[in-house]
């Protein structure tokens, strides 16, 4: 089997693009910037940064991985538990998965998705 080297990522060098506000937002003046760094079929990798505030969140019909690179978020799933995270900490969201996050500081995240 080969393995292709992709792509080495600094993301604090990494322009995201321009912010664009969150549409599921709950608060007034959340912004969040993506950028997918590797896509193949169902499969995604990227960056994503998210500025101050609230919004609700789903995983309809995939799962995400993602690692906290900066910032500090609290993430409640419906119905059930709530969780702090902050930079280092890693966290999965399966498929079918809803929740609120309430993002305490711009937060900057690497995520992976995979559709069912």
């Known amino acids: 089997m080969t393995v292709e080297f992709i792509a080495q990522v ?5 322009d995201l693009g321009p ?17 997918a760094l590797w896509t193949s079929g169902s499969k995604e990798v990227g960056f994503w940064e ?4 609230t919004f609700t969140a789903r995983r ?6 993602c ?8 993430i409640e799933t419906d119905g ?8 280092g900490d890693t966290i999965v969201m399966p498929s079918g998965w809803v929740g609120t996050w309430h993002v305490h ?10 559709a069912d």
């Open 60 to 65: 309809d019909g995939y799962t995400e991985m």
């Open 67 to 74: 690692q906290i690179l900066a910032g500090s978020v609290t």
């Open 105 to 114: 500081e711009t937060l900057k995240k690497t995520y992976v998705t995979i």
């Open 10 to 14: 600094s993301p604090d060098k990494l």
């Open 80 to 87: 059930g538990d709530s969780v702090r995270l902050s930079a």
């Open 50 to 53: 998210c500025t101050p505030g």
């Open 19 to 35: 912010f664009e506000d969150k549409p599921t937002a709950t608060t007034e003046g959340v912004r969040e910037a993506t950028h």
